[in-house]
């Protein structure tokens, strides 16, 4: 049964500073990966999504890498600003179309 | 504009009496489903449609029944609700895998407490 997790839970970070989120999967037969940011209260903003043939996608200060044959991710964030702190969701869809999310990164950035 | 819309956004109700949260697209999107997200626990799919028809269950079907009669609606049913469905749920769509671009689209969500 396919397992996403994100780690760490929670991480704060200085206004400015570049930072990295992570995005680990336990089964690499999967058709995309998506990235969400969720703000408190809020539904679910995509960011990005990588096909399974990709290795990566860039909007913004943001890029997305995919690694599926290890079973990773991860979401890099340039110059972070106050307004990027939310909780940061990564989600696969399986070969059976289902679709797994890890529980989230909370991110906050100091001003 | 682009939306997935769910109705109502808040529903309190008690035990046992059937309820339904609409879900509707604007987008022409093959893919639809549900989730719920709970504290410590995050989103979890309960079910999903990849067309009119054809309806799939995800992690945490048990309690939940869908429909697909139309390509545009996938509304979330619960036929005799327990207090273990009090959440906030969500509605999503995306055009599907074999479209291209799979991203997915959210409504807002349905907090919903059941007594």
């Known amino acids: 049964k396919q397992e996403v997790t994100q780690i760490p839970a929670a991480l704060s970070v200085p206004e400015g500073e570049n930072l990295v989120l992570n995005c680990s999967f336990t089964?690499?037969?999967?058709?995309?990966l998506q990235w969400f940011r969720q703000d408190p209260g809020k539904g679910l903003t995509s960011l990005l999504l990588?096909?399974?043939?990709?290795r990566e996608q860039t909007s913004g200060r943001l890029n997305a890498s995919l690694d599926k044959s290890s079973g990773r991710s991860t979401l890099y964030i340039a110059a972070s600003q106050p307004g990027d702190s939310a909780t940061y969701l990564c989600?696969?869809?399986?070969?059976?179309?289902?679709?797994?999310f890890g529980k989230g990164t909370r991110l906050h950035i100091l001003p | 504009e682009a939306q997935v819309t769910q109705n109502p956004r808040y529903l309190i109700t008690v035990t046992g009496k059937k309820l339904t949260v609409t879900c509707s697209q604007n987008?022409?999107?093959?893919?639809m489903s549900w989730y719920r997200q709970d504290p410590g626990l995050g989103l979890r799919q309960i079910y999903y449609?990849?067309?009119?028809?054809?309806?799939d269950k995800g992690d945490v079907p048990e309690g939940y029944k869908v429909s697909r009669k139309e390509k545009r609606n996938f509304p979330l049913i619960l036929e005799s609700p327990s207090p273990n469905q009090t959440s906030l749920y969500f509605c999503?769509?995306?055009?599907?895998?074999?479209?291209?671009?799979?991203?997915?689209?959210f409504g807002p969500g349905t907090r919903l407490t059941v007594l």
């Open positions: 449609s990849m067309n009119v028809e054809v309806t």
């Open positions: 989600a696969v869809k399986d070969r059976d179309d289902k679709i797994i």
């Open positions: 089964d690499s037969a999967i058709y995309n």
């Open positions: 987008m022409n999107h093959e893919y």
């Open positions: 999503a769509s995306s055009s599907g895998r074999l479209a291209g671009t799979d991203t997915q689209y």
């Open positions: 990588i096909q399974s043939s990709q």
